[in-house]
């Protein structure tokens, strides 16, 4: 399929109204990859006509769209997810280079997302409406019945971030157009190869033209404008809390779903399951050199069990394999940019300072900063409360399980949580308490199963993903009220 995409000079384009352009400029985008620095292709770095055609292309087909039978468009994405997998090899060897992830979660990733387009088509056949009778309600007659359906809400923006390019590009598209709208779709630049790749998939599987468009180019010089253009009725964004903050600044009456940073706390109570919780927390912390919101972001653990828990996740943290994804299976590969490197190695810099004990790590080659662990983190130190999306676990010792509440919600973010405990009532004791969208109990934090809720709270997000949840997000009810009259009856 890459032949099909690209140029003798590996230059992609967008798709908009079912043809592959450029923007009306010619500027480009050049993608390097973040393990060598090699040029893996340009994209169009589309301007704000570019991004007005789009708009306007893709709110024509959705007139269309709208009325085209669940049925036909759910074997339009049957048909999407059986060329996915046919692609399978394609594109995972073009994600690793891309984004620098592990061959097995690239494989993984698109597996996934098969699964997760083909369920989305299982679901939304299987959503219906509902009548509400009006005599439920004191005072109404008996002669009121309500008839409620979906309606799709028109031209979706969806905006994808780099950790997941196909994944989280295609769990906003999908439920988005079996709800009936269209899509424009605002890949993360470096990640945009393979959005534009899945576009392609998406369009060889039969997706109209007009239905599905994409518009890459730097956020910061269009973002602005895409999200506040008159014709986007919906945006589904997921990336940092800092930009999701600055659209709900500069954008009015557009419903947002956001899916944002996270700070993630894995509690670990006195009877808890070491192993098991070392296990969850190795696995949730460093893969993919933590660059997920739903890592395990930091370890609250009781102090008499703290000695034993941290033996065992050091012990654990020596199988980690880091290095170069492309020459073996690692699960540390090397970071997203320089930038991101320098931010991780600040937040390193800051807990050393300020008297962290460095247990595992705190190395850095370029991009590859070494599986971090440190305890005795105090909350002073940046570590405690940062996001850092790179491999760094903070040890932070509590005396009691209230103490790691009161710890996990003073954080600004609010996505997920983990408690390890061998006794249900104390699990329910603090899942009740924990202020985020979900609470695993004796697991890692993970967004999956994908038809499970899937949301953040305070800085972390707005709205709520997951299959259904998305397909009811980006649509909205609509009401048809019938009154009867008996024959004779005014
Ligand atoms: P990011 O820098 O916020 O970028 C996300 C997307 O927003 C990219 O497509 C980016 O485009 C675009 N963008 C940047 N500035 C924009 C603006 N002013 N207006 C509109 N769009 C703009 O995030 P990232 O670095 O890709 O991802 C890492 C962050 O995402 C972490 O904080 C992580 O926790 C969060 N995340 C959250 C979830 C979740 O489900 N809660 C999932 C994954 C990631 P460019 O690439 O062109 O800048
Ligand atoms: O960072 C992406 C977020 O949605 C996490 O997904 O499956 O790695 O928990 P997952």
Redo the contacts with the bound molecule.
């Keep these: 399929m890459l032949d099909k995409m690209r140029d003798d000079e590996n230059h992609y384009k967008n798709l908009v109204d079912g043809k592959w352009i450029d923007g009306n400029d010619n500027k480009t985008i050049t993608i390097y990859s973040p393990i060598d620095g090699s040029e893996l292709g340009s994209v169009p770095a589309m301007a704000s006509e570019d991004v007005d055609l789009a708009i306007e292309t893709a709110k024509q087909a959705q007139r269309h769209w709208r009325n085209v039978t669940i049925d036909e468009k759910a074997e339009i994405l049957y048909k999407t997810a059986k060329i996915l997998l046919t692609q399978k090899e394609e594109l995972t060897d073009l994600m690793m280079k891309e984004i620098a992830k592990d061959r097995k979660s690239c494989a993984s990733e698109i597996e996934r997302t098969a699964d997760f387009i083909r369920f989305t088509a299982d679901t939304a056949k299987n959503i219906s409406g509902e009548s509400i009778p009006g005599d439920s309600f004191p005072g109404v007659k008996t002669n009121k019945i309500s008839m409620v359906k979906r309606e799709p809400l028109g031209v979706i923006l969806a905006?994808?971030?780099?950790?997941?390019p196909v994944n989280?590009a295609a769990s906003k598209i999908a439920p988005g157009l079996m709800a009936g709208n269209s899509i424009v779709l605002?890949?993360?630049?470096?990640g945009s190869l393979c959005g534009l790749y899945l576009a392609r998939v998406f369009q060889e599987a039969g997706v109209p033209a007009g239905v599905l468009n994409t518009v890459t180019?730097?956020?910061?010089e269009i973002?602005?404008y895409?999200?506040t253009h008159r014709g986007i009725n919906f945006i589904n964004?997921?990336?940092?809390?800092?930009?999701g903050k600055?659209?709900s600044e500069i954008t009015s009456m557009v419903p947002l779903l956001m899916?944002?940073?996270?700070k993630d706390a894995a509690i670990i109570l006195k009877d808890a399951d070491l192993d098991l919780a070392a296990t969850n927390i190795v696995a949730g912390g460093y893969s993919y050199s933590g660059q997920r919101?739903t890592a395990v972001k930091r370890i609250l653990v009781i102090d008499e069990v703290a000695d034993t828990l941290v033996e065992k996740i050091v012990s654990k943290m020596e199988t980690l394999k880091v290095g170069n994804p492309l020459e073996q299976d690692v699960d540390i590969v090397p970071l997203i940019s320089e930038k991101a490197a320098d931010f991780v190695c600040e937040l390193i810099d800051d807990a050393k300072e300020k008297g962290a004990k460095l247990l595992v790590g705190g190395t850095r080659e370029g991009n590859l900063i070494a599986p971090t662990l440190f305890d005795n983190v105090t909350t002073d130190m940046r570590i405690a409360w940062e996001?850092p999306?790179g491999p760094v676990l903070p040890i932070i010792r509590v005396k009691s399980k209230d103490e790691a509440i009161q710890i996990a919600n003073d954080s600004e973010y609010g996505?997920q949580s983990a408690v390890f405990t061998s006794n249900i009532n104390e699990a329910f004791y603090v899942a009740n308490r924990l202020e985020v969208g979900t609470v695993q109990v004796n697991n890692k934090t993970e967004?999956g199963p994908d038809h499970f809720p899937f949301l953040?709270v305070k800085s972390?997000?707005i709205g709520t993903q997951g299959i259904r949840y998305s397909i009811e997000s980006m649509s909205r009810p609509k009401a048809t009220v019938i009154n009867l009259y008996e024959q004779g009856e005014d």
């Design positions: 905006i994808s971030p780099f950790n997941y989280l605002k890949p993360a630049s470096q180019g730097r956020g910061s973002g602005d895409i999200t964004f997921t990336g940092s809390t800092e930009v600055h659209i899916e944002l940073g996270g919101c996001e999306f996505l967004r953040g972390s997000g």
